[in-house]
């Protein structure tokens, strides 16, 4: 189980008003958190590869005073386990595990996955769970399929030597190591813009060198053969995509695909400068297209509709 991570001031993770253990199709536990009100308008958040729910600090913190956020570490991450099972069926296979244990029968909810996050979302569209839960989805910082041939950390020309140095880079074993002033220049440089504050750059570094290498290494094999193309298919509730203009983990080409395959997009938001790590290097406007999709989807409350392709 890997460890909690240490993160400092404003981007420590909340303290819950509840905790459980939800147990998925194949027995997997999954430590599973909810804050807010009970009987608040729901909000699911599924995070990516090497982070945990402490990477929706910020997004918790905004959305727990009006609404009931369930947040999960994925398998292996966070509180959860290692499953020798690291597929997109297991990860479609948890999530709705998490909805049907969290949810009353036919109860709406926004969705929101950030980068592995976003996928095991489409993984999991055709599912009758997921479809029964779904309000309405957002999309932050992922892609569907080809995820090392696009990928722009090793800055090379696109082609076949960028593609395999990526998966090594990406797939390697090697330990991470301690938070180190190095460590947070590499991270910064593979996973955030270049204007991202010192703060936010500490945050995420400590919640990705929490995660086990074995960890790491396993789901990296997953997303370097990822194909969910058919996922985005059957997305068809209203959903909205969110990615940074300076993203090299899945750069803006997976966003304005995503946006052009799904049935129901309600466009994509491209924000300047940003990196891979949206939800926390642009916390406002992750949070704020949250609560846009709440208001319009699930309470109704909102008087200005999200207007498709904006």
């Known amino acids: 189980m890997s460890r909690t ?6 981007y420590a993770p909340p303290e819950p008003a509840r905790t459980l253990t939800v ?3 194949d027995g997997a536990r999954l430590h599973v958190e909810e804050h807010g009100p009970e009987d608040a308008p729901a909000v699911v958040l599924a995070h990516g590869w090497t982070c945990s729910t402490a990477f929706w600090a ?3 913190r905004d959305l727990a005073a009006g609404h009931r ?3 999960y570490d994925q398998r292996g991450h966070g509180r959860s386990p290692a499953s020798p099972a690291c597929t997109t069926e297991a990860l479609a296979d948890d999530l709705e595990a998490v909805l049907a244990r969290t949810l009353a029968p036919g109860e709406k909810a926004v969705i929101a996955g950030h980068s592995m996050g976003g996928m095991t979302v ?3 569209a055709g599912r009758p769970g997921f479809r029964e839960h779904a309000a ?6 992922t892609g569907s399929s080809r995820l090392v041939a696009e990928s722009r950390v090793v800055p090379l020309r696109a082609g076949r030597v960028r593609t395999w140095l990526t998966g090594r880079v990406l797939g390697s074993r090697a330990p991470l190591g301690p938070v180190t002033p190095m460590a947070k220049s590499v991270l910064k440089y593979a996973t955030m813009g270049a204007g991202c504050a010192p703060d936010r750059v500490e945050a995420c570094a400590r919640i990705v060198h929490a995660c086990p290498r074995a960890v790491r290494h396993a789901w990296s ?4 053969t990822l194909d969910l193309d058919h996922g985005v298919r059957r997305l068809t509730v209203p959903t909205a995509v969110l990615c940074g203009t300076s993203d090299r983990l899945t750069p803006p080409v ?10 129901h997009c309600l466009g994509v938001t491209e924000l300047t400068g940003v990196g891979h790590m949206t939800p926390v290097e642009a916390p406002e406007t992750v949070t704020g297209r949250i609560r846009e999709l709440v208001g319009t989807y699930v309470t109704g409350a909102d008087p200005v509709r999200i207007k498709e392709g904006a």
């Open 5 to 10: 991570p240490a993160v400092p001031g404003p």
């Open 23 to 25: 147990v998925s199709a």
């Open 58 to 60: 910020a997004q918790i």
């Open 69 to 71: 956020v369930i947040a």
């Open 122 to 124: 489409m993984a999991a």
């Open 136 to 141: 309405a989805v957002l999309l932050c910082s």
């Open 221 to 224: 094999q997953v997303l370097a």
């Open 254 to 263: 997976h966003a304005r695909a995503l946006a052009a395959a799904l049935p």
